[in-house]
Every structure is written in structure tokens, then in C-alpha cells.
């Protein structure tokens, strides 16, 4: 099971599987509570893209919340 702060610094980034290789871009860098409201915020068919990394994991925003 997956555990953490809220405060914890975390990257939030899309990932498009559609681009040749696949193309991250990071949304945000900051605390994990931020990170988890503007994933909120983005439309839903973004948000199958969204991961959250921190320090030593990675996790898909969905099944974050889902979890």
C-alpha cells in the first residue's frame, strides 16, 4: 500500500501516449495537496493521462484516487 504526506513535493505530469515515444509535460511541481487539486480541476479525458511521481514512485492519478 502506497502512503505519503500531504506536504510531500510531487510532479504532476500528462503523459501523451498518442506522441511518437510518448510525451510528458509536468503540470506542476509542489505539494502533494495542489497536485491533487488541479488534477481535479483538468477535464476528465486529460485526467487518464495524469501521473503523480514522487522521490521513488509513480503512480496514475486514477488510481490514486480510486485506491
Do not use: C, K, W
Request: proline fraction near 3%; charge should be negative.
Amino acid at each position: 500500500m502506497r502512503s505519503t504526506a500531504d506536504g510531500v513535493t510531487v510532479r504532476l505530469y500528462h503523459l501523451d501516449r498518442e506522441a511518437e515515444g510518448g510525451a510528458a509535460t509536468t503540470l506542476f511541481y509542489g505539494p502533494l495537496t495542489e497536485a491533487l487539486a488541479i488534477a481535479d480541476s483538468q477535464p476528465e479525458e486529460l485526467q487518464d493521462g495524469l501521473f503523480i511521481a514522487t522521490d521513488n514512485d509513480v503512480i496514475a492519478y486514477l488510481d490514486l484516487i480510486e485506491g
